[in-house]
């Protein structure tokens, strides 16, 4: 499909049914939050046979990131890689390998100078110059420093690229460290997640083919249509978070009815990323950790994943409105701190009634604790 345009009357697109292609530009537009008008647009975009290509490089990773692109479903992984991105070069996938392998790398670089996409999946190790991660005779930190300037734009895909993950823990003996802390004159988009949904990285590319520019950033430059809320703002526990329903350990009955995971130390609240509307690695309706009983671990925020222990339990960053249905008798307690959370949360009228609906249902919480104990 590299050299044939979209034509809306052609019945298959690059193997792909016409049918199916457009659906998967659809969802593309939907999850970019752009009008259903832009999906013609994204179509020709991703069949333009000019479209730059991509270059996936590898540090000090797992290769779980790849894994994740390779098992998205719509459409499947030979037509994702092979056609609706031009993959040129990605080190675990190509055919040839060694001195071969390094060409093919030199060449797709220099002829596309200045335009091609720059994936780069795992950490940077920096201590002893670099030496942790050597790539075809180099230090893959002197292989970011010469590829990173001469592309079009650089993605950090998954935790280890975007700040270090699981490579950069505590004591991290190597010095791994996020790929925009080597490129600091350039703008790095972050893809985090252990692995990331791959269609936040799909929908990121296919942005930047249609637009010739990046979707909207945060301050973190994560993309916003992915990054922009807290898991917990739409998870499907919710309405059990906002009437005070909690599991206290695994197995126990509320766990076993589906409760929230608060108090298993869910990082939902403090993690931003689509993961409860999106799911988690395309794996399949409904299978995401929070879905089958198991707390977020804030694999996708800087600073808790990798960093926070698992089961300890996490501040709530924003008192958002109930997602279910008002109590209709709310138990006010006498705690310090189920009181505070509300007194806090007392700066609007929205924001009043949430964090007093969560300070009654934290304080719930509490009783609950000292009933059982
Ligand atoms: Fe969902 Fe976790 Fe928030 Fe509970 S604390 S509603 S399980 S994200």
């Not at 292609?21 to 939050?33: E, M, N, Q, R, T």
């Not at 990285?201 to 301050?219: E, M, Q, R």
């Not at 409760?259 to 409860?276: D, E, F, I, Q, R």
């Amino acid at each position: 499909m590299k050299n044939t345009e979209f034509d809306q009357d052609q019945e298959q697109v690059g193997g792909i049914s016409r049918r199916d292609f457009i659906k998967f530009c659809s969802a593309v537009a939907a999850g970019l939050a752009l009008p259903g008008a832009m999906t013609a647009k994204i179509a020709h975009a991703i069949t333009n046979p000019n479209r730059p290509p991509v270059i996936w490089l590898h540090g000090s990773e797992c290769t779980g990131c790849s894994m994740s692109l390779l098992r998205a479903e719509h459409p499947t992984l030979e037509k994702l890689m092979l056609e609706l991105i031009s993959l040129d070069f990605h080190e675990t996938l190509s055919a040839g390998a060694g001195h071969q392998a390094e060409e093919a790398l030199e060449q797709s670089v220099e002829a596309n100078y200045g335009k091609f996409i720059l994936i780069i999946e795992g950490a940077v190790p920096l201590k002893d110059g670099g030496i942790y991660c050597r790539v075809g005779g180099k230090n893959f930190v002197d292989i970011v420093r010469d590829i990173g300037p001469k592309a079009g734009a650089v993605i950090a895909v998954g935790s280890c690229a975007s700040w270090g993950g699981v490579a950069a823990m505590a004591p991290n003996p190597t010095g791994c460290v996020g790929v925009s802390e080597v490129l600091k004159d350039q703008t790095v988009v972050s893809i985090p997640g252990c692995p990331p949904n791959p269609y936040n990285l799909l929908s990121t590319i296919i942005h930047y083919l249609t637009f010739n520019k990046l979707p909207a950033l945060d301050s973190e430059n994560r993309p916003k249509f992915a990054y922009g809320r807290l898991i917990h703002e739409h998870c499907e526990r919710r309405p059990h978070f906002d009437n005070g329903r909690f599991a206290r350990a695994f197995g126990d009955e509320s766990h076993r009815q589906g409760h929230c995971l608060y108090y298993l130390g869910c990082k939902g609240p403090v993690t931003y990323a689509n993961c409860s509307t999106s799911q988690f690695g395309d794996a399949g309706s409904g299978c995401w950790p929070v879905a089958i009983g198991h707390p977020c671990f804030g694999c996708a925020q800087k600073g808790v994943g990798f960093n926070v222990p698992q089961f300890t339990v996490s501040p709530v960053l924003h008192q958002t409105p109930a997602a279910g249905h008002a109590p209709i008798i709310v138990e006010r307690g006498e705690g310090v701190s189920p009181g505070s959370a509300a007194l806090m949360a007392g700066l609007g009228g929205v924001a009043l009634g949430a964090g007093a609906v969560f300070a009654a249902k934290l304080d719930k919480g509490s009783k609950h604790e000292d009933e059982e104990a």
